[in-house]
T-cell receptor, first 111, second 118 residues
């Protein structure tokens, strides 16, 4: 069966450190992988999109890698700040625009 | 940036009531919108794809007579939960794709509707 797993439900880190989140999938062949941020009681907000033929994408303090052999994406937040505290969702798109989401990892950055 | 407005943000009503949720793209046109359901600490589950001017396509296990979808214009989709019961209580979220953009684009999400059926 198809499965998307995000490494842990919760991640607590010290301000200034790098947070690394993992998204593993099985029985999917995504053409694209996307990362979203969701705050409590709000809808997801798009952060980054990476294509299957791309290895790495960066946006400001965010970095995403995509390894289709390992069936894994890593999401990094460098120089983390308390304002980065949120739930981060990975989503797979097989190229029909219908997204399949992981359950998310809740990141808490301590000042 | 692209904004999706979802209304109402919260509904509390009695069992048996039908509830309509609106999803509007404010500054772009969307021929396709999506409706999701999310339980606490769980992932978003796609319920249906709303297509402007045609019938919605529903995911397996989603009752089309229970969750009525109408996409009458390029900027508005509605989800009606008919004869709602306590098990329908959930967080419902819509998203939209910008039809004016080519290639794969991210989805823009509304802020969700918290539905509580007593």
């Amino acid at each position: 069966s198809q499965k998307i797993e995000q490494n842990s439900e919760a991640l607590n880190i010290q301000e200034g450190k790098t947070a690394t989140l993992t998204c593993n999938y099985t029985n999917y062949s995504p053409a694209y992988l996307q990362w979203y941020r969701q705050d409590p009681g709000r809808g997801p907000v798009f952060l980054l999109l990476i294509r299957e033929n791309e290895k790495e994408k960066r946006k400001e303090r965010l970095k995403v890698t995509f390894d289709t052999t390992l069936k894994q994406s890593l999401f990094h937040i460098t120089a983390s700040q308390p304002a980065d505290s949120a739930t981060y969702l990975c989503a797979l798109d097989p190229n029909d625009y219908k997204l399949s989401f992981g359950a998310g990892t809740t990141v808490t950055v301590r000042a | 940036g692209a904004v999706v407005s979802q209304h109402p943000s919260r509904v509390i009503c009695k069992s048996g009531t039908s509830v309509k949720i609106e999803c509007r793209s404010l500054d772009f046109q969307a021929t396709t919108m999506f409706w999701y359901r999310q339980f606490p600490k769980k992932s978003l589950m796609l319920m249906a794809t709303s297509n402007e001017g045609s019938k919605a396509t529903y995911e397996q296990g989603v009752e089309k007579d229970k969750f009525l979808i109408n996409h009458a214009s390029l900027t508005l989709s509605t989800l009606t939960v008919t004869s709602a019961h306590p098990e329908d209580s959930s967080f419902y979220i819509c998203s939209a794709r910008d039809s004016g953009q080519w290639g794969n684009q991210p989805q823009h999400f509304g802020d969700g509707t918290r539905l509580s059926i007593l």
